[in-house]
């Protein structure tokens, strides 16, 4: 897992939508598609749930995403102290 991969979560649960999070990241909707397919490969369960129209968070995606927000308030922290 990469903080861009848990960033991208957010950004995608922020959104409800892929292609609107990819274009907010400067990416193609394809590359983030792939990236999230990845970090959910290595995590073994789904963080979203298609729906028409938009995507959700499944039920580990919920409890995923807090920790991300705390992971990435951490992250930003220690880049703060160098």
Same mark, same amino acid.
């Given at each position: 897992?990469?903080m861009a991969?848990?960033?991208? @979560? ?40 298609? @729906? ?10 919920r409890d ?13 922290e220690a880049?703060?102290?160098?």
């Amino acid at each position: 897992m990469t903080m861009a991969q848990v960033l991208y @979560v957010l950004e995608i649960a922020d959104c409800r939508s892929i292609s609107a999070a990819a274009a907010r990241l400067y990416l193609s909707q394809s590359a983030l598609s792939q990236q999230i397919r990845t970090l959910e490969g290595q995590l073994q369960f789904e963080l979203f749930q298609h @729906v028409p129209r938009r995507v959700i968070l499944t039920p580990a995606g919920r409890d995923f995403y807090p920790k991300a927000k705390q992971l990435t308030a951490l992250y930003q922290e220690a880049c703060l102290l160098y």
